[in-house]
Each structure stands twice: as structure tokens, then as C-alpha cells.
């Protein structure tokens, strides 16, 4: 098994730094970093004379990681924005540019402008590199138009090619197109995806290739752009990239049948979470059956199937968590909720302080939290996200082990111990961090559904780390109506009352409330009858007193434009109707831009409460990320008092 950590980047927008010296990203040929986007080849600048500016013909860009990934034994995904604009003065549009996977961190080859895109020339070795192409330029010799997606590997005419007419895509009218392409690791199966950004992702080309035989082990990963004889210009405007580590006997081909049913049994990790839970199922099956529990043989393979896979929970034996928290003595007791304990623990292999949470296996309920943290926190990673770390489930007990966060949790802060202003900026940005990648960047959509205070850790540098997975769910295929309300008062979404379905859009209000909370210094209030912290500072906000809200701790100690810009998010959030409510990609980049347009917010705070209406056919329901929904629309359900 590979003993590379899995890796992990995202870049919601980028700023002049990116391409700094002590930034992220490499910048070469063309390339240069600008306020909310990369140029990769960029726009001729005008200047003060009236002939216009010269064409920026035969230029190559490249972009890349500063640092190397795994290409394999790897399970690749990768999401990116881009925005290909034609020069008004060129007679035509051209090249194109490309996603890259390249085996070292220099300049494009020589001579590598027009139809090479900055990715090879005539004298470029094969078996080093791998790239998807957006071209945009017709070569009738290896093209099939001036509008297409190609895999390209070792020479000029790509291994794959599919025009992006067949799905009304078109790359050069200065839109913005979100490419995605996945990797499997295991079936070798490279899988593209394509559309205008806000618009469902349509599957637009799936290649089979060995990365193996392609590519290097480490790579650097990146983008080209170029032009020739015509110009234009390419931008990136948002780029996540994951690469998780596969077990060594992924590289085999396949051709033995023995190997291809390990394949299948050795499974990557979105399936491994549906392999963690079938080995609960049977576990919890044996103690219903039998009054001594045995550790079945299926729950023995299980464990060494997780165990062979990279990255994935591990089983814990209830003696290894019961020594390591002292027997659960209540001097490790770190915190109470309503389904069980967590207390502080220490491993020695390797000496690691734990939090294990120890689960009521008596409630169906915490039967049902404990299954949905493994189905959805298991096959998480994100550096804003606790790292489930292990379970144990014997005969009644259920424990769930995670990393240990020093600082606790973000309640323990709000009106009780100060933060200064960058902190709480800083908890925010990471919030949202973790949020943007449930909704958007970690495969499946996962609704978190219990965003407060209380389930966001703060570790020793005081960086947010969402957790309590116990009530999410994955979006996508979800009834649309749920029989119990989850979620907690006060931070519960209002549509969610009436529809008793939690989405995407529910959680960015539930986030709203927690951004009001860390900028007043004080707790949502949830009490019937008694002024919540959103009517609070809407109705200061409609006084035109907004920054009377702000924490009195902090003296003054903030920038009043910033805090002005981070309190507009909160309303913004906790907006009733969820189609304006703004997604978690826009709020990242308010916070990381400061340049960014900040989000309109009405003087006061509408009446009305707002729910989504959606068609009873369950093949029209979708995943809600945009202001627009296929087979739903927002419906005025009833008003409010007004406050």
C-alpha cells in the first residue's frame, strides 16, 4: 500500500499572491495572477493611443502546483473554472488550453504555441505526461471542429476527442465553463465532465488509460494555454484538485478474474463507507441473534479490506478505547450531547491523543448517528473537516474516534472567552471552507443539517474544523421529505419547518446564523417569544446601525468596511428564501477577495417565508446549488410577524 497522505487543494478564487515566491502556484511563459483569476495567455492591455493594442500571437501560459502529487496508484478528481474570451480585434479564436498532469514544475517545451498548447512540441517524449484539452481551434488534419475536449498524451493529435456542440457548450464565447474530470484508479476509466458554471455537469467523454504507463508516479499539475495565429485569452478562475492513494495491487490490469474480484472487494473509499456500515449491519445483526457477541468472519474481512485501502477508518478493538480514556473515567470527559459522551484519549501506535465518542446504543437514534458517520465523515478529507479516525461497535457498545482538537469547540468561545477580529475571521473562512467542499468539491453532495457552534472544532492554531456528522446525508437521490425535523432551533433553516428537507441551501443558513453569532459575540437565542440574533441585526441593519451589533470585546479592534462585509454575508445567508440565499463558493470568495462584489442585501428583512415546491416525479429532483431548480420552484408559503 502507498504511505503517501492523500492531497488535497482548493483555490475558490486567486489573488496578485498566488504566483508569489511564497505562493502556491508556479506562473510561467504568459502566465500572472490577477484579482479573482489566473491569466494563463492574457488579454492585450489597451493604452492611451487610438490604434489598438498588438495581438498577443504565438504565446504560451502554464500554471502549476508547487508541489508534486501521486498520479497513481491514485483515484484523481479534479474540478476547475475557466473563462476563454476572443480578442476583438483577432480575425479569429485560437488555440486553446489544457488541463496537465507534466513530470516536472519547468516552462512549457520550447516552440510549444498554436496547435501544441503549451503542452508538447515536435521533439516531446512520450510516457511523461497527460492532458485534457479545451481547443478551440479547427485543425482539420487531427480536429473534429474549433470546439472540443481531447485527452492528449504523447503527440499533437489527441488519444480521445468529443465536440461540445453535442451539449450546447461553447468554449469561446467568453462564458464561464466548469470542466470536471475523475480518475478511477481502479477501472482505469478517465471520465470528463462539462458545462456552463451553475449548470448541472453533463458526462461528455470516458477514456480508458493506464496512468501507470502514461505518466510518472509524481507529477505536477497545472494548466497550459496558448496561441498561434489567431488570439485569445484564458483564464482560471477556480481550481480543486484531490488525489487519494490506492493500494499497490490497484496497478494490476485487471485480466485475471481473482484480481478483478479483488478489486471489487478492495474498493476505493466512497465504497468503502458503504463497506464500514455493511460491517456494522452484520455486527449489529449477531447481537440481536446471539446473546454472547462473536466477531463474525465477515466483519474480520471487512476490517482487512479497510485496512488494505488507503486513508479509511480503522476498527478499534472496546478494550484498546476503553484503556486508552482510562476506562472512560469522567476525568477525560471532554463534553456531553444527545446521543452519548466524548472523552480525551491516548494511543501509543503511534502515540496519538484521541476523542472517542462513546454512542447510546439503546436509541435508535444514535443507532442511526453512529452509521452516518461513517457513511459520509468516513470518505472525507479536507483540512476543515475532523478526521474520523477509527469505530468500534461490540456487542452494545458504539464508539466513533476522531482527532483531537485542543481548543474545543466554537461555543465554548462566543460571549464567554475572547477571540480577536483576525481569529473569528479566520473560523469563518474555514467554516465556509469545509461547507464549499460538502456541497461542491467532495464528489457527492453531503448536507451537513446541524451547522452551529457546537459542532465546529477549533484546533491548536484555531483553525474551524466542522464535525457531528450524525445527522448528514448525502443530497443526491434523497426522498424529498423527511418524517423527523434534524437539525437544532435557531439555526434551522425556516423552509425546513414546512418541508422537513434539509439542503444545501439549509445549511448556508444555518451558517448565516453562526457568522452573526462569532461578529456579536453572543449566543443565538432560540426561545419562543424572545428576539433571535437574526431579527436582531436585521432590525439593526434596517436602522442603518449595523455596527452597533458588533462584539463591544472587541474595542474597535477591526477594519469597519471588513466586518461591514462579513455581517452583510450573515443577512445575506439567513435571507428566507433560499434561491438568494448565496452559495458557499461566493462567500469564499468575498472572504479571500476583498475586491469581490459583495452580495445585495434587502434594507429590511423580507416577511415572507419562502419554501421550495418540487414535482412528485423523483427523477426531477436535483441537487439545489443554483437559483434556478429544475422540477421545483420557490413558492411564498406564508409571512411572518414582522419584527
Not at 485487471?254 to 471489487?264: C, Y
Not at 474516534?401 to 469563518?428: A, C, H
Request: proline residues 6%.
Amino acid at each position: 500500500m502507498s504511505d503517501v497522505d492523500p492531497t488535497f487543494f482548493s483555490f475558490p478564487t486567486f489573488d496578485h499572491d498566488s504566483c508569489a515566491e511564497d505562493g502556491d502556484l508556479i506562473c510561467l511563459g504568459s502566465a500572472a495572477a490577477g484579482d479573482g483569476y489566473i491569466d494563463v495567455t492574457p488579454m492585450p492591455q489597451h493604452t492611451n493611443t487610438t490604434s489598438p493594442p498588438p495581438l498577443q500571437l504565438n504565446t504560451v501560459g502554464r500554471i502549476l502546483y508547487r508541489y508534486p502529487v501521486l498520479a497513481w496508484p491514485a483515484t484523481i478528481s479534479t474540478t476547475f473554472t475557466v473563462r476563454i474570451s476572443k480578442d476583438p480585434n483577432s480575425i479569429g479564436s485560437g488555440d486553446g488550453m489544457t488541463f496537465v498532469m507534466a513530470e516536472d514544475n519547468g516552462p512549457s517545451p520550447e516552440k510549444s504555441y498554436g496547435a501544441f498548447l503549451g503542452l508538447l512540441n515536435k521533439t516531446t517524449k512520450s510516457g511523461t505526461q497527460l492532458g485534457v484539452e479545451m481547443d478551440t481551434y479547427y485543425n482539420n488534419e487531427f480536429d473534429p471542429d474549433d470546439n472540443h475536449i481531447g485527452i492528449d498524451t504523447d503527440r499533437i493529435a489527441s488519444i480521445a476527442t468529443v465536440s461540445l456542440n453535442n451539449i450546447g457548450v461553447d468554449l469561446k464565447l467568453g462564458a464561464e465553463v466548469t470542466v470536471k474530470i475523475n480518475y478511477n484508479g481502479w477501472q482505469k476509466k478517465l471520465q470528463i465532465y462539462a458545462a456552463f458554471a451553475g449548470a448541472p455537469l453533463v458526462s461528455v467523454l470516458n477514456y480508458t488509460i493506464i496512468m501507470e504507463k502514461t505518466v510518472p508516479q509524481s507529477v505536477y499539475v497545472g494548466f497550459t494555454g496558448s496561441t498561434g495565429i489567431v488570439s485569445e485569452s484564458h483564464q482560471i478562475l477556480n481550481w480543486v484538485f484531490n488525489s487519494v492513494p490506492l493500494p499497490q495491487n490497484s496497478l494490476n490490469d485487471g485480466n485475471d478474474r481473482a484480481e478483478k474480484t479483488k478489486k471489487i472487494l478492495m474498493i476505493t473509499s466512497p465504497v468503502v463507507c458503504g463497506a464500514l456500515v455493511l460491517a456494522v449491519i452484520v455486527y449489529i445483526m449477531v447481537k440481536t441473534c446471539r446473546k454472547k457477541p462473536v466477531k463474525t468472519r465477515k466483519g474480520t474481512d471487512i476490517e482487512s479490506q479497510t485496512r488494505s485501502a488507503a486513508n479509511t477508518p480503522k476498527m478499534f478493538s472496546f478494550k484498546d478505547l476503553s484503556k486508552a480514556t482510562l476506562n472512560f473515567n469522567k476525568d477525560n470527559l471532554l463534553g456531553t450531547g444527545g446521543f452519548g459522551s466524548v472523552y480525551r484519549g491516548f494511543i501509543s501506535d503511534p502515540p496519538t491523543t484521541i476523542a472517542v465518542k462513546r454512542i447510546s446504543a439503546t436509541s435508535k437514534q444514535g443507532e442511526r448517528e453512529f452509521l452516518a458517520e461513517i457513511c459520509t465523515i468516513g470518505r472525507l478529507r479536507h483540512k476543515n473537516i475532523v478526521q474520523l479516525q477509527g469505530w468500534c461497535h461490540e456487542g452494545d457498545h458504539l464508539l466513533l474516534v476522531y482527532e483531537f482538537m485542543p481548543n474545543g469547540s466554537l461555543d465554548l468561545f462566543i460571549s464567554k472567552v475572547f477571540l480577536d477580529w483576525q481569529t473569528r475571521y479566520k473560523i469563518l473562512t474555514g467554516l465556509a471552507s469545509a461547507l464549499l467542499y460538502l456541497h461542491e468539491e467532495c464528489g457527492s453532495t453531503v448536507v451537513h443539517r446541524d451547522v452551529k457552534p457546537n459542532n465546529v472544532m477549533l484546533d491548536s492554531e484555531y483553525n474551524a474544523c466542522l464535525g457531528d456528522f450524525g445527522l448528514a446525508r448525502f443530497f443526491q437521490n434523497e426522498e424529498a421529505v423527511t418524517t423527523i425535523l434534524a437539525g437544532t432551533p435557531g439555526y434551522l433553516a425556516p423552509e425546513c419547518t414546512y418541508t422537513g428537507r434539509a439542503t444545501p441551501e439549509s445549511d448556508i443558513f444555518s451558517y448565516g446564523v453562526v457568522v452573526l453569532e462569532v461578529v456579536c459575540g453572543r449566543r443565538c437565542n432560540s426561545i419562543i417569544g424572545q428576539t433571535n440574533i437574526v431579527d436582531y441585526v436585521w432590525n439593526l441593519h434596517g436602522k442603518g446601525e449595523l455596527l452597533n451589533c458588533v462584539d463591544r470585546k472587541l474595542e474597535g479592534s477591526y477594519a469597519e468596511e471588513e466586518i461591514k462585509r462579513v455581517l452583510a454575508i450573515g443577512l445575506a445567508c439567513s435571507h428566507p428564501d433560499p434561491t438568494l440565499r448565496p452559495t458557499m463558493r461566493k462567500v469564499i470568495q468575498v472572504f479571500m477577495n476583498p475586491n469581490e462584489p459583495i452580495v445585495d442585501v434587502p434594507e429590511s428583512r423580507p416577511s415572507a417565508i419562502y419554501v421550495t415546491v418540487y414535482s412528485q416525479s423523483p427523477s426531477s429532483m436535483n441537487i439545489l446549488g443554483s437559483s434556478t431548480h429544475s422540477g421545483s420552484s420557490s413558492s411564498k408559503l406564508s409571512e411572518e410577524t414582522a419584527p
